[in-house]
């Protein structure tokens, strides 16, 4: 198993699959220069699932760096021992998804 891809090994749902053509969607045409938040605020997520969605497709190098929400955010998710799979991004979504809806 490949670490440094773990795109490669992983497939997104449906929900993951949308907010990645979005993110996309929005950076292809200007050659991704964006970071994870200015992202995140264009497209109406949280920057916790962009970098999660990029993470999974292979996209994080291309976007600039962001201190604040690889330290703040990724970077904590990461080292709280859930893992980006698919699943735990599905729940974390759906989770953010509900707060935002009450």
């Not at 962009?50 to 190098?61: A, Q």
């Amino acid at each position: 198993m490949n670490m440094c891809y773990p795109h490669k090994r992983q497939k997104l749902s449906a929900h993951s699959e949308a907010i990645a053509f979005r993110i996309w969607a929005h950076c292809a045409p200007s050659g991704w220069d964006y970071t994870h938040k200015e992202v995140a605020d264009a497209i109406g997520v949280s920057a916790l699932s962009v970098v999660s969605v990029c993470n999974l497709k292979g996209w994080n190098r291309r976007l600039r760096a962001n201190d604040d929400v690889r330290i703040g955010g990724y970077a904590d998710w990461r080292s709280s021992g859930r893992g980006a799979s698919p699943l735990t991004i599905d729940a974390e979504l759906d989770d953010i998804a509900a707060r935002g809806s009450a």
